[in-house]
């Protein structure tokens, strides 16, 4: 009975991050479809804010040229990191969604992973059909680290999870 119950719970979760993987897919599709102008309006305004807020936050007296300056040098940046932290999250909720079957964690990373780099690619050949923007292998390679990156990170936090609940195994033993 008990094991029935767990098993419910994982299937119970499994169609959540399935459903959760299926609208930030939508998400990332709706990103993609915005034209070059719009999206960069996007990042544009997210970097100015970020360099504005950082300001405030240590009391930098930086005046608004410098700040658009400022922006402007890490708009690239702030773009591709964007890309990476969507489709790490992606990946995430891919594995969560694989948390169903039994495989290994990382059979589960592996799998997540392909599929994330999957939609990637199906990313960049939608924008292929979008003005102003163009599909790029680079842009896929980018999404690929972060899907990576991301695995990588959760799959060490979950390790090191592990760890402290065998050692506070121990300690109740001892």
Not at 59 to 77: M, P, V
Request: glycine share 8%.
């Amino acid at each position: 009975m008990i094991k029935t119950v767990r098993q419910n719970k994982i299937v119970i979760w499994s169609n959540v991050a399935g459903l959760l993987a299926l609208i930030w897919m939508c998400v990332i599709f709706s990103f993609s479809a915005q034209t070059k102008e719009e999206s960069s309006v996007v990042s544009e305004g997210f970097s100015y804010r970020m360099v504005s807020s950082t300001g405030l936050l240590f009391h930098l007296h930086i005046d608004e040229e410098k700040i658009r300056e400022i922006a402007g040098a890490i708009e690239h940046f702030v773009r591709k990191g964007a890309h990476m932290t969507e489709y790490a999250i992606l990946a995430l909720l891919l594995y969560g969604w694989l948390c169903r079957w039994q495989l290994s964690r990382l059979r589960k990373a592996a799998a997540a992973a392909i599929l994330a780099v999957l939609y990637a690619c199906s990313d960049e050949l939608h924008q292929l059909f979008v003005a102003g923007r163009a599909g790029r292998f680079s842009d896929v390679l980018i999404d690929g680290a972060g899907v990576v990156l991301g695995m990588a990170v959760f799959l060490l936090i979950l390790r090191f999870i592990e760890r402290l609940r065998k050692r506070r195994g121990q300690g109740k033993r001892g």
